[in-house]
C-alpha cells in the first residue's frame, strides 16, 4: 500500500530551527510537496520537489532524497505565526496526491 | 494568480436538507478540480476527483448519489451535499490545477467550506 509518516506533533522554541521528516512509500513518484494549513484555514503552498537535493525558499527549505523516500522541511528563525500543521504530500504514478496525517508545530516564547 | 474562490465559508442547514458548494477559478482555466473533506485534528480525505465536462471519480467509501459534483465549465464546480445529517458536519475543501498558474506543478486550494448540520 501507498503510505506517508510524519510526526504527529513537535514543539520548537522561537527563533530556533526546526527539522520535519516526511518518509513515504508510493506507487511511484512524481513529486513531493509540502503545505502548511493553520487551524481553521485551507492548506496554502510551501514547497514542490522532484529532483533530490535542497531547495531554500526563504526562511524554509524542503529537501528530497528519492533514493531513500525522504523528505524534511526545514524552519529558521521561528515565529509564533509558523504555529500550525504541516502537510506533506506525494504524487504518485498515477499523478494522484497521496497526502500524510500532517505534524501539529508548537512554537513556544 | 491562480485563486481559487470557494463560498459558502460557512453554513449551517438542518438534518435532510441539501447544500451546495461552490468552487471557482478566477484567473486561471482550471481543468481538474478535487473535493476533499477534513475532521477535526484529521488530515485532508480526497473525496472526488473532476475533470470539466465529464463526470466526477469518487473515492473508495464516497457516495456519489450523496455528494454531487458538477464541473460544467473550466471555472467552476459545485459540490451538493445531498440529505445531509449531522455527521457530513465537516470542513470541504477545492482545490484546482490547470493551464495559467504560475508553477505547474502547484495546486491551488479554495479557502474551505464549513459545514454544520444540527
Known amino acids: 500500500g501507498q503510505n506517508i509518516d510524519q510526526p504527529t506533533e513537535m514543539t520548537a522554541t522561537e527563533g530556533a530551527i526546526v527539522q520535519i521528516n516526511c518518509t513515504y512509500q508510493?506507487?511511484?513518484?512524481?513529486?513531493l510537496f509540502w503545505y502548511q494549513q493553520h487551524a481553521g484555514e485551507a492548506p496554502t503552498f510551501l514547497s514542490y520537489?522532484?529532483l533530490d537535493g535542497l531547495e531554500e525558499k526563504g526562511r524554509f527549505s524542503s529537501f528530497l532524497s528519492r533514493s531513500k523516500g525522504y523528505s524534511y522541511l526545514l524552519l529558521k528563525e521561528l515565529q509564533m505565526k509558523d504555529s500550525a500543521s504541516y502537510l506533506c504530500?506525494?504524487?504518485?504514478?498515477?499523478?494522484?496526491?497521496?497526502w500524510g496525517a500532517g505534524t501539529k508545530l508548537i512554537i513556544k516564547p | 494568480g491562480a485563486v481559487v474562490s470557494q463560498h459558502p465559508s460557512w453554513v449551517i442547514c438542518k438534518s435532510g436538507t441539501s447544500v451546495k458548494i461552490e468552487c471557482r477559478s478566477l484567473?486561471?482555466?482550471?481543468?481538474?478540480m478535487f473535493w476533499y473533506r477534513q475532521f477535526p485534528k484529521q488530515s485532508l480525505m480526497l473525496m472526488a476527483t473532476?475533470?470539466?465536462?465529464?463526470?466526477?471519480?469518487?473515492e473508495q467509501g464516497v457516495e456519489k448519489d450523496k455528494f454531487l459534483i458538477n464541473h460544467a465549465s473550466l471555472t467552476l464546480s459545485t459540490l451538493t451535499v445531498t440529505s445531509a445529517h449531522p455527521e457530513d458536519s465537516s470542513f470541504y475543501i477545492c482545490?484546482?490545477?490547470?493551464?495559467?498558474?504560475?508553477?505547474?506543478?502547484?495546486?491551488?486550494f479554495g479557502a474551505g467550506s464549513r459545514l454544520t448540520v444540527l
Open positions: 482545490s484546482a490545477t490547470g493551464q495559467g498558474i504560475s508553477g505547474a506543478n502547484v495546486l491551488t
Open positions: 484567473d486561471f482555466q482550471a481543468t481538474t
Open positions: 473532476s475533470n470539466e465536462g465529464s463526470k466526477a471519480t469518487y
Open positions: 508510493t506507487s511511484g513518484f512524481n513529486g
Open positions: 520537489n522532484v
Open positions: 504530500a506525494v504524487r504518485d504514478s498515477n499523478y494522484q496526491l497521496i
